[in-house]
């Protein structure tokens, strides 16, 4: 990571002008008590896929999963954290990395693995990514198609389109004296 003098002004511009590789590094997430013993480190780069606790904010205390991460914006998209927009309709909300601590690290990338020096032996299903049989058999088995009637009965009218929706329009103005009277000339 290129160092930049101790400005601020200096500071702000290196944040800004940084390339993805670098925004990658300062997009480091610490990692929980349990998770810096295993892996012998303060913090790691967040990932899609990890699991991470919300510290500040309304949803402090949340656990939930990676959904996106944003490069651009130095931002983290997590599952089920949303806002009501103002037309009612829930968006996801995005918090900045140091809101975050990462409880469990997805290891389904090999690069990763190696990165944070785990032995294959040492990785569990989970972690993989993979489904635990427990997860498979709880999930409920597709149902059957349901047999289709001998004789289908035709349709005895055809369905109506729905009716267009009418465009908003604008009020229409109150009628100026002279206008009526034009109106009633050319009548």
Do not use: C
């Not at 597709?142 to 289709?148: H, T």
């Amino acid at each position: 990571m290129r160092s930049s003098p101790h400005s601020p002004r200096r500071q702000r511009k290196a944040l800004y002008t940084a390339d993805s590789f670098e925004r990658r590094r300062r997009m480091n997430v610490l990692l929980s008590r349990e998770l810096r013993a295993r892996f012998r480190r303060r913090s790691a780069p967040v990932r899609k896929g990890d699991t991470v606790r919300v510290l500040s904010g309304s949803f402090v205390g949340r656990e939930e999963r990676v959904a996106r991460v944003n490069r651009r914006s130095y931002s983290v998209t997590l599952d089920n954290v949303t806002l009501k927009a103002a037309d009612e309709k829930l968006k996801p909300l995005a918090l900045r990395t140091g809101h975050l601590v990462i409880t469990r690290l997805n290891l389904s990338d090999p690069w990763r693995r190696r990165a944070l020096k785990v032995r294959e032996e040492d990785v569990t299903p989970e972690e993989r990514g993979e489904a635990t049989e427990a997860e498979e058999s709880a999930a409920p088995a597709p149902a059957a198609p349901e047999p289709a009637p001998a004789e289908t009965p035709a349709p005895e009218e055809p369905a109506e389109p729905p009716a267009p929706k009418r465009a908003r329009t604008k009020r229409a103005a109150a009628p100026t004296p002279g206008a009526a009277e034009t109106e009633e000339d050319e009548a």
